[in-house]
C-alpha cells in the first residue's frame, strides 16, 4: 500500500477504524485488476473516495472490487466529474 492510500486514510478515517480500512484493502490483490500496481492503487484510491470515511463503506466497495474492479473505478470517475457550484 502506497504513502499517499495511507495518508488518505489516517484524514479520512478515525483511528480506531484504520487498521480495519487496511486490512480490508489488503483484500484487493493484483490478481483482482488487470493493470498491476498502478491499476490496484487506483481501484484503493476509487474505494476511499466513495467510502467517504465510512468502514462498512470500504467493506462492500471491497468486495464490489473484487467482483469487478471496473465498476468501483468507473463510480469514483463519476464523483470527480461533478460539477463544483460557487
Given at each position: 500500500m502506497n504513502d499517499e492510500i495511507l495518508r488518505i486514510i489516517d484524514?479520512?478515517?478515525e483511528e480506531k477504524?484504520?487498521?480495519l480500512v487496511i486490512k480490508y484493502l489488503k483484500k484487493i490483490h493484483l490478481n483482482?485488476?488487470?493493470g498491476g500496481n498502478g491499476t490496484l492503487h487506483q481501484v484503493?484510491?476509487?474505494i476511499l473516495l466513495l467510502a467517504e470515511?465510512?468502514?462498512y463503506r470500504v467493506k462492500d466497495l471491497v468486495k464490489c472490487a473484487r467482483d469487478d474492479f471496473?465498476?468501483?473505478i468507473a463510480a469514483a470517475t463519476q464523483?470527480?466529474?461533478k460539477p463544483k457550484l460557487p
Open positions: 484524514r479520512d478515517f477504524d484504520r487498521q483482482n485488476v488487470w484503493q484510491h476509487s470515511g465510512s468502514v471496473r465498476d468501483v464523483i470527480r466529474k
